[in-house]
Every structure is written in structure tokens, then in C-alpha cells.
T-cell receptor
Framework: LAKTTQPISMDSYEGQEVNITCSHNNIATNDYITWYQQFPSQGPRFIIQGYKTKVTNEVASLFIPADRKSSTLSLPRVSLSDTAVYYCLVGNSGYSTLTFGKGTMLLVSP | NAGVTQTPKFQVLKTGQSMTLQCAQDMNHNSMYWYRQDPGMGLRLIYYSASEGTTDKGEVPNGYNVSRLNKREFSLRLESAAPSQTSVYFC???????????????FGPGTRLTVT
């Protein structure tokens, strides 16, 4: 499984755009990049998944450069309710399990 | 659809007691998982079941057993609880047929277990 590195914590203010970058230097050719969000006292929730370039959904955007050695989760105009831990995972269907690191704790302030 | 449900929500055990955590999903998913999460840590996989009738150890299986009762239900048993098993336990499921959705797991609300 590809090892991922992401910041332990980030701070932001309401209305700002937040970008969380994840490094995954040994990503394999058939690996996907997936992000999860976890609120306090809840289970993680799938946010977005991508393979290359850019993926956008109603919650976030995921930017993946051509070399795929990193990825950036972009949260537009965050609100207080976006305060959560965000996990970056890398892998493919060949792996039966997920490996969650410690994630990035995003704190959004008024 | 309820998604993934877990019972109980909270439990306090004394050292040496046993208990079973229940998990059920109504999404017709093939694969089911049990994780534990300790303060300041990410989730660690205890056991998983890739499909009905199969179970495999994850990263931290010691002290636990599992049963995939049917496609819907996957239980986690602590035979002799220890304080080191104080944690929040999450059950998850996924549809194993779609490669692109491989990492889209659906999690339950968790069980907070305290062992004294």
C-alpha cells in the first residue's frame, strides 16, 4: 500500500477556500486516491475519489497532477460545519482493506 | 435505508467479561469490516469479511473474533475484555464489485466501549 503524508492540522476561517495536500510518492499505476471526512463521534464518510487530473462533486474538488505523487483536496468556502478530520487514502481493488493514517484535523473558525 | 447500524452504542465492561458487537447493513454489500479508533489515531482494521462465508485478520486482530452470520450481519466478539480494548469500534461495508468504488466504504455510527 502506498504510504501517504498529510499535515496533522490546518486552521481556516469561514468563507475561505481550504486546500489539503497529501503526498503519496510510491503510488502504483492502478491506485486510486480517495478522501474521507470524519466528524467527532461519527464514522468516516466518503468524500471524493479520483485517478488523475481533476474530479469535482457537490462537496469538494480533487486535483491530481500528472505524476500523481500528490493530490489536493479543495473545499470551497468552508463553514463551521466543515470542522473535521480529513483522511487521504491510496490503493486499488487489489487490496481488500483500507489504511487510514492520522488524517488532517481542519478547524474552521468564525 | 438505514445503511450500516451498530449495537450497542455504548458499553462498559469489566476486565475479563465478554461481549459481542453487532453490525448490520441493508445495502446488499459483499464486504464488511471492523475497525477500532483510539484517541489521536486513525482507524485500524481488526477483521474483515470480503464476502459472505469468509473472514480475514486485519492489522490488530488479537483478542477479537468475528462471525459473518449472513450477507447482512457481521459481529465482533471480545472473549475476555482487557483495558487495552477500550476504544471506539466502527463497522463498515462496501460493494466489492465496482473497482472504481473500491474505497467507498460506508461506516456505522460506532460503539464506544470502555473496559475497566
Amino acid at each position: 500500500l502506498a504510504k501517504t503524508t498529510q499535515p496533522i492540522s490546518m486552521d481556516s476561517y469561514e468563507g475561505q477556500e481550504v486546500n489539503i495536500t497529501c503526498s503519496h510518492n510510491n503510488i502504483a499505476t492502478n491506485d486510486y486516491i480517495t478522501w474521507y471526512q470524519q466528524f467527532p463521534s461519527q464514522g468516516p464518510r466518503f468524500i471524493i475519489q479520483g485517478y488523475k487530473t481533476k474530479v469535482t462533486n457537490e462537496v469538494a474538488s480533487l486535483f491530481i497532477p500528472a505524476d500523481r505523487k500528490s493530490s489536493t483536496l479543495s473545499l470551497p468556502r468552508v463553514s463551521l460545519s466543515d470542522t473535521a478530520v480529513y483522511y487521504c487514502l491510496v490503493g486499488n481493488s487489489g487490496y481488500s482493506t483500507l489504511t487510514f493514517g492520522k488524517g488532517t484535523m481542519l478547524l474552521v473558525s468564525p | 435505508n438505514a445503511g450500516v447500524t451498530q449495537t450497542p452504542k455504548f458499553q462498559v465492561l469489566k476486565t475479563g467479561q465478554s461481549m459481542t458487537l453487532q453490525c448490520a447493513q441493508d445495502m446488499n454489500h459483499n464486504s464488511m469490516y471492523w475497525y477500532r479508533q483510539d484517541p489521536g489515531m486513525g482507524l485500524r482494521l481488526i477483521y474483515y469479511s470480503a464476502s459472505e462465508g469468509t473472514t480475514d485478520k486485519g492489522e490488530v486482530p488479537n483478542g477479537y473474533n468475528v462471525s459473518r452470520l449472513n450477507k447482512r450481519e457481521f459481529s465482533l466478539r471480545l472473549e475476555s475484555a482487557a483495558p487495552s480494548q477500550t476504544s471506539v469500534y466502527f463497522c463498515a461495508s462496501r460493494d466489492g464489485l465496482a473497482a472504481k468504488a473500491f474505497y467507498e466504504q460506508y461506516f456505522g455510527p460506532g460503539t464506544r466501549l470502555t473496559v475497566t
